[in-house]
């Protein structure tokens, strides 16, 4: 059973009971929450994941609860609060900024909890086994160019973070929401009918978002890693034509390592995880403002990729 199978008045009673149990990816997350408009968005934007069912035999990764004002604020500019085992992390949002505020509180759980893995600041998309690392600062277009290559049948392994086990070498998907901002909402819209994108809000501190939820093909392999084959650090410049420029392994692995949540935290391992993806990987930096010139161009470079490799 996923999400969307759920009727609206028992997810609501299971999301203000119980709590609602589900898979993304590797995780498993359980959620409890009062907040109604909440629901909507639940059912939108993760309705093809899976239900958990059977708590006791999949423990939660992530107990996480939003809650609202229980004094006057519940009826003056009432607030959201995220709550991860219990306890309050990040700052309040408005009350009907509660998706924005589980979507960047989910982000701050898995960077601080998932030390299993060497997280990475990339948007991740695979075509079959071979993924391809998008790392890039705010505003280099790394999210809009991720969502567009999901639309044109690359498989979404996530906006947010590259999953990287040490141990295989394999990036791991959680086939969560792409969190479009600004003119980028507009721009994915425009580019694919097949764009399901939840509500805008606006006034957030990264200005206005919107998530798109993840294509239900990506949600299905959600449980299959992929081996980073190629890195695209991408950078949107207005009225530049695509071009891809490889970079040389001697230079490349400050762009991997920089871009490192918890580095440091796993010391050695993080080291010999990020040389092998350098040596495994054709890399490139990315210049583009079109955004279909640009889906074109990383396709033609995959298939040029993959021919060289045919005996």
């Known amino acids: 059973m996923n999400i969307a199978d759920l009727s609206r008045g028992e997810l609501t009673n299971r999301l203000k009971g119980p709590g609602l149990r589900w898979r993304s990816g590797p995780f498993s997350i359980h959620l409890k929450n009062s907040i109604n408009q909440f629901t909507d968005y639940l059912t939108l934007i993760y309705g093809g994941h899976p239900v958990i069912e059977e708590p006791w035999k999949d423990i939660a990764d992530f107990h996480i609860q939003l809650t609202t004002n229980s004094n006057y604020r519940r009826f003056w500019r009432p607030q959201v609060f995220f709550q991860l085992d219990g306890v309050k992390h990040l700052a309040p949002f408005p009350r009907d900024h509660a998706p924005p505020m589980f979507e960047w509180g989910w982000n701050f759980s898995i960077a601080g909890r998932a030390n299993h893995f060497l997280i990475l600041h990339n948007a991740v998309i695979a075509k079959g086994d071979r993924a391809m690392l998008l790392p890039g600062i705010p505003g280099s277009g790394k999210s809009t160019l991720c969502a567009a290559m999901a639309l044109k049948g690359w498989r979404l392994l996530s906006d947010e973070f590259a999953l990287l086990q040490p141990e295989s070498g394999l990036v791991f998907p959680t086939a969560r929401p792409v969190a479009l901002k600004n003119q980028s909402i507009e721009i994915i819209r425009d580019f694919s009918k097949d764009a399901l994108l939840g509500p805008d809000f606006s006034k957030t501190r990264k200005g206005t978002v919107a998530h798109m939820r993840p294509p239900d093909a990506s949600i299905k392999l959600m449980e299959q890693p992929a081996r980073p084959t190629w890195v695209v650090s991408p950078s949107y410049q207005e009225g530049q034509s695509a071009i891809l420029e490889q970079i040389p392994k001697e230079h490349a692995f400050l762009l991997v390592a920089a871009n490192a949540f918890n580095y440091e935290t796993l010391g050695d391992n993080a080291f ?40």
């Open 272 to 311: 010999k995880a990020v040389a092998r993806v350098v040596r495994e990987s054709t890399i490139f930096n990315f210049r583009y403002s079109n955004l279909e010139e640009a889906v074109a161009t990383l396709e033609m470079m995959t298939q040029n990729d993959e021919a060289q490799q045919k005996p």
